[in-house]
């Protein structure tokens, strides 16, 4: 394939990537319920917010919508456009995580990342993902603290890539999204340490 092809095809799975990261399904359907999503509880557009301010099973739609979106795009990208190059397939996943943080229909605001964090990885390496899913689930279950659970999982991904002898750019995109979530968590660990975190 010729390169200016290759970067063409690259960019619009970048560029497709980061629009669907970008939709925001909790403000979306909570809107369809006359709530503001930003304006009550955490003011958080995720699925642990969505629980809170429509119920479990809203949050539950949130949560399988905010996975999804930025599991498709990277599954593309790994199994179909560019299965031999995984440095494309990360930065699919990249795009997506960082449209849903820093979406342009919020005026560049955003969920904390997580769920499209679990999407991404779920499409690149379900095996580790797995491993750290199970790590947050038993954080949760034994603190009862979200936040606890998504940032310890989060960083369990990591060692799990590395102990599955994952390539390298997944390695580095995982490091990456471990330091903005723990940015977007910047509050929830300030209430930790006071010990005011909110329980599930």
Not at 27 to 51: E, F, H
Not at 81 to 98: H, M, Q, S, T
Not at 132 to 138: E, F, K, N, S, Y
Not at 152 to 167: E, R, S, Y
Request: proline letters at 6%; glycine letters at 12%.
């Amino acid at each position: 394939m010729p390169p200016s092809r290759e970067l063409t095809i690259d960019a619009v799975v970048l560029a497709v990537a980061f629009l669907l990261g970008s939709i925001p399904f909790g403000v979306l359907l909570a809107r369809r319920r006359g709530v503001d999503l930003k304006k009550v509880g955490s003011g958080n557009i995720g699925a642990t917010n969505a629980a809170r301010a429509l119920g479990k099973k809203a949050g539950g739609v949130v949560l399988l919508l905010d996975t999804l979106k930025a599991f498709a795009p990277t599954l593309v990208a790994a199994r179909f456009v560019a299965p031999d190059r995984p440095e494309l397939a990360a930065a699919a996943g990249f795009a997506a995580f960082v449209g849903h943080i820093y979406s342009p229909w919020l005026r560049f605001r955003g969920g904390k990342g997580v769920a499209c964090a679990l999407g991404a990885f779920l499409a690149l390496a379900p095996l580790a993902t797995l491993v750290a899913g199970g790590v947050c689930a038993l954080v949760v279950v034994a603190t009862r603290i979200g936040s606890l659970g998504s940032l310890l999982g989060t960083a369990a991904l990591v060692p799990a890539l590395l102990a599955f002898h994952q390539p390298r750019p997944y390695v580095v995109l995982a490091v990456g999204m471990l330091v903005l979530i723990v940015w977007r968590h910047r509050e929830n660990l300030g209430r930790l340490a006071r010990g005011q975190e909110n329980k599930l």
